[in-house]
């Protein structure tokens, strides 16, 4: 019998993680991009082409290795935490190299239309048009993994800018800002305090007469560095953690973060506490910003009202004079040209089954793979739905009804617009551990943790109190990885690999230890309560 064809639309982190699985199902997979190289929006690029995800020189990523690799190939363990866009680009060769994941990607090759073929509601087919050197292609395949990611269209919303269309200076939106070399001695109002509005800014002040970041409603800033050191997200997302956020109320828990984001610096004092709780909007990742305040390289500044030939006025009626550029760092929105109306978008909301799937298909055969704002890590995210994606595609997993797909929906929407602010950023926000499992379950691999406290207690433990990193979804089911036990009991580890770069004495490590093995004496009370709570 033939392989099934599947047309992946997109070599970024979640196309290549994509290609992989399909090749993991014994699919076929082709790989389209538009670019001349892997990587999508990690790719540097000094010249910013029209619907091509674009960033600055100088990205570091704001998710540590250990919490952002692909589940069955860990980043090297002498690679920086945090790496910055460089070494990211490092590792994607390595692991496209790895698993031969070039031989199946058509470069420069743009997808320009995906239509369902006649015979579809029995066949599930699709004809792809694509096209290379001004010359189009018609091709049929199986099915269709979106893998085009959501930073591609620019959001900048003139309109609310009023007198912006008479400013004499220089205006763009983010996405086009590359290095600062061009901005030496200049006045510049950066809008918006998401993570890239934040690191322009630093990155400006350091060569610029003074820099103003513009924000709306402030934000609450978490910073790399957490507790003892270790990097923020593998701190924060642990399975013990999110035990605690279930039995705990939303207040006790919002208190407890905004009490320790609050003990770096006071937000209030700092012009950036906003009015929501933390946990009610995607918040900014920054160790540098307070710095930059306190120094008074970046004031803070409410919204503008409106601008004038030379001026930026703000809400609370104060004026900077003589600003000569003004940054918009406000956002991207998303949208599926080549589908064809197949999705709809309609103020960044889309209806999805989980994100994934279009609940009106006669045949499951097209699947959305990273079209998320985790709180947390897209890249295992992505490579996790498309390990269900081609189940589906095989046979191997079932859809629901379109019934119970669209309460689905609808229920997803209740909750976020229960929990978050209302804005076009929050329409696709998960929670990195629920939708992790939710996933994992429908695809058989959710790691079982009574299970393991049985028969394996040391891994266990660090599945329950460690970081919740992707190998836990490679422990048992389809797709199982041998060295999955390994790589969770060495993950510490690499994380202190690469900052011994200065070999200390074993005391200060002993009681770094001791400090993990008090923590988890603290935790197993914790869970023995929950368990009699629960039970």
């Not at 982190?13 to 001349?36: H, Q, V, W, Y």
């Not at 860990?74 to 031969?100: C, G, Q, S, V």
């Not at 013990?240 to 984001?261: C, D, H, R, W």
Request: charged share 20%.
């Amino acid at each position: 019998m033939a392989k099934k064809r599947i047309a992946v639309i997109g070599a970024g982190i979640s196309g290549l993680g994509a290609t992989k699985c399909c090749l993991d199902e014994d699919l076929e997979p082709t790989c389209f991009e538009r670019n001349d190289d892997i990587g999508g929006l990690w790719k540097f690029q000094n010249n910013t082409s029209e619907k091509m995800p674009s960033i600055y020189k100088s990205v570091t990523i704001n998710t540590s290795k250990e919490m952002m690799c692909f589940s069955d190939f860990p980043i090297p363990d002498h690679f920086p935490n945090y790496m910055p866009n460089t070494k990211l680009m490092e590792y994607f060769r390595m692991y496209a190299k790895h698993f031969n994941l070039l031989n199946y990607i058509r470069f420069k090759t743009e997808v320009c239309s995906v239509q369902k073929r006649a015979d579809f509601s029995i066949s599930g087919q699709w004809e792809v048009v694509v096209e290379k050197d001004e010359k189009q292609e018609s091709l049929v395949f199986d099915g269709i993994l979106v893998c085009s990611g959501h930073h591609t269209d620019p959001y900048l919303p003139i309109s609310s800018f009023p007198g912006i269309e008479k400013f004499e200076g220089c205006y763009f939106h983010s996405r086009e800002y590359k290095s600062p070399e061009d901005f030496v001695g200049k006045r510049i109002v950066v809008v918006g305090i998401g993570n890239s509005g934040v690191d322009i800014a630093v990155e400006l002040s350091c060569v610029a007469k003074q820099v103003f970041l513009s924000t709306r409603r402030g934000s609450w800033i978490l910073h790399r560095v957490w507790k003892n050191g270790y990097p923020m997200d593998s701190s924060f997302f642990t399975r013990f953690n999110n035990f605690l956020q279930k039995i705990l109320t939303t207040s006790l828990t919002n208190n407890y973060l905004e009490k320790i984001v609050n003990s770096r610096f006071n937000h209030a004092h700092y012009g950036l506490q906003p009015k929501h709780r933390l946990l009610s909007q995607h918040p900014t990742v920054s160790d540098d910003l307070p710095n930059h305040i306190i120094s008074g390289r970046v004031q803070v500044k409410p919204n503008v009202k409106e601008f004038t030939e030379t001026d930026a006025i703000f809400e609370d009626g104060t004026i900077e004079e003589n600003v000569d550029v003004v940054v918009f760092a406000t956002g991207y929105s998303f949208s599926f040209p080549f589908l064809d109306g197949l999705i709809q978008v309609a103020n960044n909301e889309v209806s999805l089954y989980k994100l994934m799937f279009p609940p009106d298909l006669e045949k499951p055969t097209l699947a959305v793979i990273g079209l998320i704002q985790p709180l947390g890590i897209i890249l295992p995210i992505a490579e996790l739905q498309s390990r269900w994606a081609t189940q589906v595609f095989k046979g191997l997993s079932k859809l629901p009804s379109t019934k119970t797909m669209m309460a689905d929906i609808a229920q997803r929407k209740r909750a976020i617009d229960k929990r978050y602010v209302k804005t076009a950023r929050h329409t696709i926000q998960v929670d990195h551990i629920e939708y992790m499992d939710e996933i994992a379950t429908l695809v058989g691999v959710k790691p079982n943790l009574p299970f393991l406290f049985l028969s394996d207690p040391k891994l266990a433990m660090e599945v329950f109190f460690g970081p919740c990193t992707p190998y836990q979804y490679r422990l048992q089911g389809p797709g199982k990885w041998a060295g999955a036990r390994r790589a969770i009991l060495t993950q510490r580890e690499r994380i202190i690999k690469p900052l011994r770069t200065r070999i200390i004495s074993e005391d200060s490590l002993l009681a770094s230890w001791l400090s993990w093995i008090k923590m988890a004496i603290f935790g197993l009370v914790f869970l023995a309560a929950g368990l009699a709570y629960f039970r």
